[in-house]
C-alpha cells in the first residue's frame, strides 16, 4: 500500500518537485531522462552548517553513496572570526567554491552572537546573488497532517524588500527601516516563476501583495509582474493581498498552485506553507542565482538541543539534496532517492521522533539506504 501511495505522488510531482535551471527553456528537460553513462564526478560544495547540520549532512553523504550518485563534495565550515571581505563568518573562499562549482548543499546555519558582521544566510543570498528562493510544499504519503493533497510551490524574491538592511535612527526614539523594491529584481523572479509554471506544468501564478497600502514598492512588484504575465496567457494570474493568502491558504491550501512574492512575504509564507505539510523538517528548498547557480538548503533551525544525539530528521537536507541533483539532471538518482526517503515515511517503521517515531538519525537514514 505504501509503495502503491508512493508511486501516486511521484507519477503527479515528480515533474514538479524543483528543477532548479536557468531561465533557458531548452535546459529544462522531462523527467524520464536517466542518468548517463558518464560518471566523471561532480564537484559539489557542502555547507555541513551548525548544531545538527553535519548529522544531517553526514546521512546525506551515506545515502548518496548508496545510490552511487557522482558527487565530490567540496566541504566548507562556517568560521570562527569576521572575515572582513565577507564582513561574516563565512569566508571569500567558501563563497568562491560555490560560485566555482555552481551548485551546492547547505545545512542550517545560526549566526553566532557578535557584531559587525551580517547573517550567514543573508551573506550567501547578497554575494552570490540568490535571487529567488524556491520551495515546494506537498503531502507526504502515509503522513497524516491537517490537510490532505497540498501540492504548491512558493517563489520568493530573495534579494531586497525588507530584508535589505538599510536601517538607521531619525531621532532619538525613532527608527526608519527602508524597503527596497526594484524593477529589476521583480522582474527576474517573476520571470522565473512564470518560467517554473510553464516548465513544469503548473496552471495558476498568484502574485502576493500588499500594494492597496504600500502603493509604491507594491505597485512596482506588481507592475512587474502583470508584465510577465503578458508574456505566458496559457498561465492563469491573479493578485490576492498577503493577509487574505494567508486566510485562504489555512483554510483551503488547493486553491494555490505557484505563488510568487517580496521577500518578507515569502519568508512568511513559505514556513506557513510548510506547516500545512508536517513541518520544515518536511521541506525541501532551493536557492536560484543568475548564472545558473543553485544552492539547495534545509531551511529549519540549526537544533542546538539536539545537536550530537543522533535524533535530529535528515528528510528536509536529503529532499532540497534530490533538487540539486534535478539540477544537475540526475533525475533517475534523484527519483531513486525521493522514492526511498517517501516509502520509508509511508511505512512508518522507521520515523524520526518529530515524526512521531522513536527512530534514531542512523537507523531512519539506514532505512532509506536499504531501500535503495
Not at 135 to 142: A, D, I, K, V
Not at 313 to 330: D, G
Request: charged share 20%.
Amino acid at each position: 500500500m505504501a509503495t502503491q501511495l508512493v508511486r501516486r505522488v511521484l507519477g503527479s510531482q515528480s515533474n514538479q518537485i524543483l528543477s532548479a535551471t536557468n531561465l533557458k527553456p531548452s535546459s529544462i528537460l522531462p523527467i524520464a531522462r536517466y542518468f548517463s553513462a558518464d560518471t566523471t564526478p561532480i564537484r559539489a560544495t557542502l555547507f555541513p552548517g551548525d548544531g545538527i547540520g553535519p548529522e544531517i549532512a553526514e546521512s546525506v553523504k551515506q545515502v548518496f553513496r548508496t545510490a552511487e550518485v557522482p558527487i565530490e563534495w567540496e566541504e566548507h565550515y562556517v568560521g570562527t572570526e569576521v572575515d572582513p571581505r565577507t564582513q561574516s563568518f563565512l569566508t571569500w573562499e567558501s563563497l568562491e567554491s560555490v560560485r566555482r562549482n555552481g551548485v551546492g548543499l547547505k545545512g542550517p546555519m545560526a549566526t553566532p552572537i557578535g557584531k559587525g558582521h551580517r547573517s550567514l544566510n543573508l551573506t550567501l543570498r547578497k554575494e552570490l546573488n540568490l535571487y529567488a528562493n524556491v520551495r515546494p510544499c506537498y503531502s507526504l504519503p502515509g503522513y497524516k497532517t491537517r490537510y490532505d493533497d497540498v501540492n504548491l510551490i512558493t517563489i520568493r524574491e530573495n534579494t531586497e524588500g525588507e530584508y535589505s538592511g538599510l536601517e538607521h535612527q531619525v531621532v532619538r526614539g525613532v527608527v526608519e527601516s527602508l524597503k527596497i523594491i526594484t524593477r529589476q529584481a521583480s522582474l527576474r523572479v517573476a520571470e522565473y516563476a512564470f518560467h517554473y509554471a510553464k516548465a513544469h506544468g503548473r496552471e495558476r501564478v498568484s502574485a502576493i501583495h500588499k500594494a492597496n497600502i504600500m502603493q509604491r514598492t507594491d505597485g512596482l512588484f506588481l507592475k512587474c509582474c502583470r508584465e510577465v504575465a503578458e508574456k505566458y496567457p496559457e498561465i492563469v494570474y491573479e493578485e490576492v493581498v498577503i493577509d487574505n493568502c494567508c486566510m485562504m491558504l489555512v483554510k483551503n491550501p488547493a486553491l494555490f498552485d505557484v505563488l510568487v512574492m517580496p521577500n518578507l512575504y515569502g519568508d512568511i509564507i513559505s514556513d506557513l506553507c510548510a506547516g500545512l505539510i508536517g513541518g520544515l523538517g518536511l521541506t525541501p528548498s532551493c536557492n536560484i542565482g543568475e548564472g545558473g547557480i543553485a544552492l539547495a538548503e534545509a531551511v529549519h533551525g540549526s537544533a542546538p538541543d539536539i545537536a550530537g544525539k543522533n535524533l535530529a530528521n535528515p528528510t528536509a537536507l536529503l529532499l532540497s539534496a534530490v533538487t540539486m541533483l534535478r539540477h544537475l539532471e540526475l533525475h533517475d538518482k534523484a527519483d531513486r532517492i525521493q522514492n526511498a526517503i517517501l516509502n520509508t515515511i509511508a511505512e512508518g517503521k522507521y520515523r524520526t521522533a518529530d515524526l512521531g517515531g522513536s527512530s534514531t538519525t542512523t537507523d531512519f537514514t539506514k532505512a532509506i539506504c536499504d531501500h535503495l
